[in-house]
């Protein structure tokens, strides 16, 4: 077996419930050792509970969970130290410099070194990886919101993790800051040593960064492949647009790479302003987020909710 097929998140028949309200009905996939997968889904689609679930932070009420081989509500110490998380609400450590917070948690890990995997990262280069140089001396609470977003990545990252948990990592971040968060998990997925399951709102992001996508609504993954599968899986068609001798014309088909060779052997130079589309994330994500909610209208009767503490 290669390390690319050695699974590391297996979840089956998960199901969660917030007092009488069900959040979660039947959640399964797969993740792959060194995969970039995305959750998406609507605002309260359980995302986060989701992700909490698998860190080992809150209990599921039913299904089979393993996360790196372990049921994670009996992850003991060693397991944690395996993951890196990065939630969504910041946990106050106004006090602390960067720096300082940085070594203080990287304590933690060192006893988790192994052969392969030198932990914690040293503070310093892991301050730069995260774009924190100028800020290191600063107290967290004189940081920006998109800089303590960056610190919260480097919080995520400090025990050299190999499974990363990154819960809306970019919102907050200026599109600089984005481009260089996104440069980091592209280095640390080229490097197929870490596997990331990050959530987001910004497909744009989602398509550019994860392997695979999930959309999980009504409580269930409606969708789970790559951009391009789940595109596929809505519209099977993309759309060729072309002009030559000034007239416009579209045509939709089913193999455009062949269609667009034939176009030039037949008309050469003569094509200008070609364009071909296939159904972006954006249209694929509404479309199968719109056919799930209309299949569930009929059915769904809204629940009370009642809030319930980890
Ligand atoms: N502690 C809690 N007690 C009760 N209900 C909760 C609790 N935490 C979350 N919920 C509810 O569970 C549902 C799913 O919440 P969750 O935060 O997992 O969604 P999400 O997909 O991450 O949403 P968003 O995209 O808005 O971050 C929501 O309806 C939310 O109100």
New binding site residues.
């Given amino acids: 077996m290669t390390t690319r097929e050695r699974v590391v998140l297996d979840v089956d028949g998960l199901r969660m419930s917030?007092g009488t309200t069900e959040?979660l009905r039947d959640v399964g996939f797969r993740v792959h050792h060194g995969e970039v997968v995305c959750l998406l889904?609507p605002?309260?689609?359980?995302?986060?509970?989701t992700l909490e679930i698998l860190e080992g932070f809150r209990m599921r009420s039913a299904g089979r969970v393993e996360v790196l081989g372990t049921d994670p509500a009996q992850g003991d110490e060693r397991w944690r130290a395996r993951l890196g998380v990065v939630l969504?609400s910041w946990r106050d450590h106004g006090r602390w410099r960067v720096r300082e917070l940085l070594a203080h948690l990287g304590r933690y890990y060192a006893p988790y070194s192994t052969g392969q995997t030198i932990r914690p990262w040293a503070t310093d280069e892991l301050i730069e990886a995260v774009g924190l140089t100028p800020h290191a001396g600063k107290k967290v609470r004189m940081l920006s919101g998109g800089q303590r977003r960056r610190l919260d990545v480097a919080v995520g990252l400090v025990g050299r993790p190999e499974l990363l948990f990154l819960d809306e990592p970019t919102a907050g971040l200026d599109p600089v800051a984005r481009r260089e968060f996104h440069g980091l998990v592209e280095s640390l997925s080229a490097q197929r040593d870490t596997t990331i399951v990050l959530?987001t709102?910004d497909l744009h992001e989602a398509e550019k960064l994860s392997d695979r996508i999930m959309i999980l609504d009504g409580g269930r993954i409606i969708a789970d492949g790559t951009a391009a599968e789940l595109a596929r899986s809505i519209a099977d068609e993309d759309e060729v647009r072309w002009t030559r001798d000034g007239q416009r014309y579209e045509r939709n088909t089913t193999e455009s790479t062949k269609f667009v060779l034939d176009l030039f052997r037949r008309y050469g130079e003569e094509i200008g302003e070609l364009e071909v589309r296939r159904a972006s994330l954006e249209d694929t994500y509404l479309t199968l987020v719109r056919r799930a909610e209309a299949g569930r209208a009929a059915t769904d009767q809204p629940d009370e909710?009642?809030?319930?503490?980890r």
């Fill in positions: 917030y959040i889904g605002n309260g689609a359980g995302k986060t509970t969504q959530t709102h909710q009642h809030e319930v503490t």
